[in-house]
């Protein structure tokens, strides 16, 4: 029976391929604390695993799905990588640049000294930087360098099994040191300095709950206690966090001015964030359940911040210049949730929810930016036309050393999503690739990618890890580390960073979501989102390209050896 199923397994290699699309991304699920490997990682071991069986999918199927991943990425990162090209943006992005110059200074260290191939090289640096991207990047400069089909297909099994091997260990270290070893080098507490600053921005007692979107409700009261109190009054006491948005009187709706004052037994309709509507009824008067009366229709829209004035500003000076019934429920970072803070610094492509009563939220829409459209089609032409530009780009090649060098189909591929993502939070107006559909792409795109070259590289992948032993994972959680280190340097005594910013921005500049969520962990609330969302969003760019880097360099340092 096992004979027959492995028959069928290679007969028919889309039925390998997603049994191992299956049990990797389960594999990836488990948590062992705040350690997962993900679906990528868990899709690449049964890859291998499965890949013992001489399992081999048409190289065609590979390519097509990594360049629908490149592109995806790009796109989704565009708009956040050009925003952060300002002086805030570049002085975090001092780290990143240390990063890349560190990592690449230690693999090609480590190349000469065990004597690693191109391959391994490139898997080594994908994998102790924890960016699965360069694994695809550089697959694709191998299959540029004009070598025997054996040869290129054992360099690049040696990518995705060097990269199995040292991502492991390279995902281990950099959670554990930006979470538990880099506060005690700082002298730190973490949660207290997480807590100071989130105070210092202006949030409230309870960051747990306020790092949420905060839930908006609407309270009718019944005038009592608070007969004499003008519109006004209520509104100093409310802080913008609530208004009363109507007022009746003996039936009659009365026009809400500051000037207006209450008088007992008038129907007052307020609407706001809970917390600040829970002592309204000592105020005012009891709280009454029967709102037939009250025809308010209230809504909560989307819009993305394209107007130049505020970038770079302060959250609550936009929030002031929106029409007082209208709150800000919620901002957007490059699909993370950034904490709900006044001086929480505005960018480019932020998306942020507004609520309120449908008629003030649409005066209020053109002083933010442009409404986010809600459609679920994607522009398949736009999305085709950017990954068949990117292809040509990826076309040019320059020699370096004598070794032919390019971006080759997937870093062009990015370098287009890059723009045409860019041009779409510019004209959000326009019908383009909804954010699903991008995510759709970037997850099914690299897992199949990944698991079509790990089904490829299994038969190799044990001369590996018997060739190196444990000289690979040593070196791994060497690469991951050691520029985080030099970064905590920079962050903390040039840059001057607070400590949950630096070891957020470290986390980015690693594109290390499990480092992020240890980090947010153990500093109690979302402020380390602040330094990583710009870190990753330029790491994550930049380190696909080292792909075709490292493999052109490594193969100049054994041209040079030789």
């Known amino acids: 029976m096992s ?15 997603f049994l191992v699309l299956a049990i990797g991304h389960a594999v990836g699920a488990i948590r062992f604390g705040p350690i997962q490997l993900g679906g990528i990682c868990g899709t690449l071991i049964a890859a291998l695993v499965v890949g013992q069986l001489g399992i081999r999918v048409d190289d065609s199927v590979k390519n097509v799905f990594f360049m629908l991943f490149i592109f995806a990425l790009g796109y989704a990162g565009g708009p956040q990588f050009f925003a952060n090209l300002d002086a805030k943006g570049l002085r975090l992005g001092l780290l990143c640049l240390v990063e890349v110059v560190a990592v690449l200074a230690l693999v090609l260290g480590a190349t000469v000294l065990l004597s690693l191939d191109q391959g391994t090289a490139a898997g080594l640096m994908a994998g102790a930087a924890t960016e699965s991207a360069v694994v695809g990047t550089a697959t694709d400069a191998i ?28 995902l281990i270290a950099i959670v554990v040191f930006t979470s538990q070893i880099f506060p005690l080098l700082l002298r730190v507490d973490l949660r207290a300095e997480a807590d100071r600053l989130w105070k210092t921005m202006g949030g409230g007692d309870d960051p747990g709950a306020a790092s949420a979107v905060p839930e908006m409700v609407g309270r009718v009261f019944e005038v009592t206690t608070g007969r004499g109190r003008s519109i006004g009054e209520l509104a100093t006491i409310l802080g913008g966090q609530a208004h009363v948005e109507r007022v009746l009187r003996a039936g009659q709706s009365l026009a809400v001015e500051p000037a207006l004052r209450l008088r007992a037994h008038d129907r007052v309709l307020a609407i706001g964030r809970r ?10 008067g009891r709280e009454f359940a029967d709102t037939t009366a009250f025809d308010a229709v209230v809504e909560t829209t989307e819009a993305v911040l394209s107007r130049r004035e505020w970038f770079g500003r302060e959250l609550r000076e936009l929030a002031a210049a929106l029409p007082p019934s209208v709150q800000v429920t919620g901002v957007a970072r490059d699909r993370h949730a950034m904490p709900l803070l006044g001086e929480l610094r505005l960018a480019r492509g932020d998306v942020l929810q507004l609520y309120g009563p449908v008629d003030e939220v649409a005066r209020a829409l053109p002083l933010a930016g442009d409404r986010v459209l809600a459609s679920t089609r994607s522009n398949i032409s736009f999305a085709a036309a950017g990954i068949l530009l990117g292809v040509f780009i990826g076309g040019f090649s320059v020699k370096l050393g004598g070794i032919p060098f390019s971006l080759g189909t997937g870093g062009g591929a990015l370098l287009t ?53 444990v000289a690979l994972p040593l070196v791994g959680v060497a690469v991951a580390v050691v520029p985080a280190s030099l970064s905590l340097f920079v962050g ?22 499990p480092a992020l969520s240890a980090v947010q962990n153990a500093a109690g609330n979302a402020t380390p989102l602040l330094g990583y969302t710009i870190t990753y969003a330029i790491s994550n760019v930049v380190l696909p390209l080292m792909g075709p880097l490292i493999v052109a360099l490594a193969g100049l340092v054994h041209h040079v050896a030789k």
């Open 275 to 284: 917390a600040a509507l829970v002592n309204v009824a000592e105020l005012l």
């Open 417 to 469: 999503g890059l723009g045409f993502g860019w041009y779409q939070a510019k004209n959000p107006h326009r019908l383009s690739v909804p954010p699903d559909a991008l995510a759709l792409m970037k997850d099914l795109g690299l897992a199949t990618f990944i698991a079509c070259v790990g089904l490829a590289s299994g038969p190799q992948a044990l001369a590996l890890i018997k060739k190196f032993g």
């Open 143 to 170: 299959s540029k360098l004009g070598l025997p089909a054996a040869d290129m297909q054992q360099l690049q099994a040696n990518v995705v099994t060097a990269y199995s091997i040292t991502y492991v260990f390279g």
């Open 3 to 17: 004979g027959e199923v492995v028959e069928l397994l290679r007969t028919q290699p889309e039925i390998a391929l």
């Open 492 to 513: 903390h005594r040039l840059l001057k960073l607070e400590a949950p910013v630096l070891l957020g921005a470290i986390a980015g500049q690693q594109c290390s979501t």
